[in-house]
Structures are given as structure tokens and as C-alpha cells.
């Protein structure tokens, strides 16, 4: 009969401890903390051969569980009364399965291992979940916050590039409200482009961002649209005024390039 190695040093299995044996306290330590419990040592038993919980080879379990508590004797460790109580079990079904069976079916008793097994398998479950809640990203172990100061950082806007078409869908518009506000009158001042471009300069003189529609006399009708849309154009042509978005697709604005900005 093949007698189970109680440790391996460089490959080689020891069968007996050495009497000159020195154990550190704090390896005994280590070496309880494999099991959690009585039912984490039966649950390890199980799974290295490859059994099946809920048909357990209760004598074999038996003989390798009653082997381990020996081991620990003979280590002078002191067990938990739980372990000691977890043997008496254990006894107690090998010694119930020993007992001749009832003939009659209808007599027949529950098979004393199956308290023990809907133990061990709650256990696996709280043992799997509790595995998968300590794999999880957990903070301040493996994920450490963070802060740093932005106040001193200073953000340049970029805005988004305006198309052409977009001032021209922005001019249909104001077109469309100055035609419902567009009278007929019988003589109409001339209009000055570069009168207007001189008015639209002086206006963001004092307002440094204008949108782009209060740029529009609705009382001038047509005309005095068409009117400021060459006089907004050629501004932004000679780089005095600059059409931008605060975000895409939003309302166009009218803000004074100055020569800081240029650069």
C-alpha cells in the first residue's frame, strides 16, 4: 500500500518528518490558512480525484480526511473543535452505510450522505462566488484613484470650421423672416456694402461675439439682406471679422479677428 508523502523537498517525497524537524510558527500558520474548514478540506478531497459530489465515496473521503487529522496530530497542531466534529460526521454516515438495507422499499431510509452533500455544495457556491467578487478590479489594491489640479491649466478653444454652405442656410433663413416683414415703399435709400461693412465693425467694437442673424436689418427686406451678407463675406475675406460655431452644427457667430488672434 502506497504511503501518501507528507512533503516534497526538490522533487524528492518524504514519507516521515525528520526528527531534527524545525517548524517556524509562522509556517504553521500558512499551512492551516489552506483550508478555510472542515467542508473546504472535503471539498479539495473531492475535487483532486475527480469525484462527484453528490455520489461520494464516503469510506475513501474517510480514510483520506481521518489521515489528514492524524498528520496534524503528529504535527502537534492544535485543531479546530469543528474539524474533530466534521470527523465524528463523518463516521457516523460510513458507519450508516455499512448497515444492511432494508428489503422493502417503501422502508427505505435517506441516504445518510445527503446532508453532507447539499452542505459541501452550498459551500461551492459561496466559495465560487466569493472567487469571482476577488477577481473584480477592487480600489486601492488594483486600482488607485487619482487627482490632479487643472485650475492652472489654460484650455484653447478650437472651434469648428464653418463651411460656406452654412453661412448661405443661415442667409436663407434671415431671407425667409425678411420677406414676412418686407413692405412696399415707394422710394428706397441706396445701399453701401462698405458702409455696412463699417457698421458691423463698429458694432463689434463694443460686442465681441454677435450671432450671425442680428446682423440682418429685417426692415431693409431683401436687399438690405443680400446687402450685409457681402459686407459680412468681405470682412471675413479680409481676415477684420471671423465666422465661427460653438459647437457643430450650432448657431453661427460673429466675433473681430484681431491681429493676436491672427497669430
Known amino acids: 500500500m502506497a504511503v501518501e508523502p507528507v512533503a516534497i523537498v526538490n522533487g524528492t517525497p ?3 518528518l525528520p526528527e531534527d524537524l524545525y517548524i517556524p510558527p509562522d509556517a504553521l500558520e500558512v499551512f492551516l490558512e489552506t483550508f478555510e474548514g472542515p467542508l473546504d478540506l472535503l471539498l479539495y478531497l473531492i475535487r483532486r480525484q475527480n469525484l462527484s459530489i453528490v455520489d461520494i465515496p464516503i469510506a475513501d473521503i474517510t480514510r483520506q480526511y481521518m489521515g489528514y487529522i492524524e498528520m496534524m496530530s503528529e ?6 473543535a469543528e474539524y474533530l466534529l466534521m470527523a465524528a460526521i463523518l463516521a457516523e454516515i460510513k458507519s450508516r452505510m455499512l448497515l444492511p438495507r432494508p428489503a422493502n422499499p417503501e422502508q427505505e431510509e435517506e441516504d445518510p450522505r445527503a446532508e453532507l452533500v447539499r452542505r459541501l455544495q452550498e ?3 459561496y466559495k465560487h462566488a466569493a472567487q469571482e467578487l476577488d477577481a473584480l478590479p477592487r480600489c ?14 489654460q484650455v484653447k478653444k478650437v472651434y469648428p470650421e464653418v463651411d460656406l454652405k452654412e453661412v448661405l442656410l443661415a442667409f436663407q433663413d434671415v431671407l425667409r423672416r425678411a420677406e ?4 412696399h415703399h415707394i422710394q428706397r435709400e441706396p445701399l453701401s456694402v462698405r458702409e455696412r461693412m463699417a457698421s458691423i465693425l463698429a458694432r463689434l467694437q463694443t460686442q465681441l461675439l454677435v450671432p450671425f442673424p442680428s446682423l440682418f436689418e429685417r426692415r431693409e427686406g431683401r436687399q438690405g439682406a443680400v446687402v450685409s451678407l457681402l459686407a459680412i463675406l468681405e470682412l471675413s ?10 459647437e457643430p452644427l450650432g448657431e453661427l457667430l460673429v466675433k473681430p479677428l484681431t491681429a493676436s488672434s491672427i497669430d
Open 14 to 16: 518524504l514519507t516521515e
Open 75 to 80: 504535527l502537534r497542531i492544535e485543531l479546530a
Open 123 to 125: 459551500y461551492e457556491r
Open 140 to 153: 486601492e489594491r488594483d486600482v488607485f484613484e487619482a487627482s490632479a489640479d487643472t485650475s492652472a491649466i
Open 180 to 183: 414676412r416683414l418686407t413692405h
Open 237 to 246: 475675406k479680409e481676415r477684420l471679422i471671423e465666422i465661427i460655431q460653438e
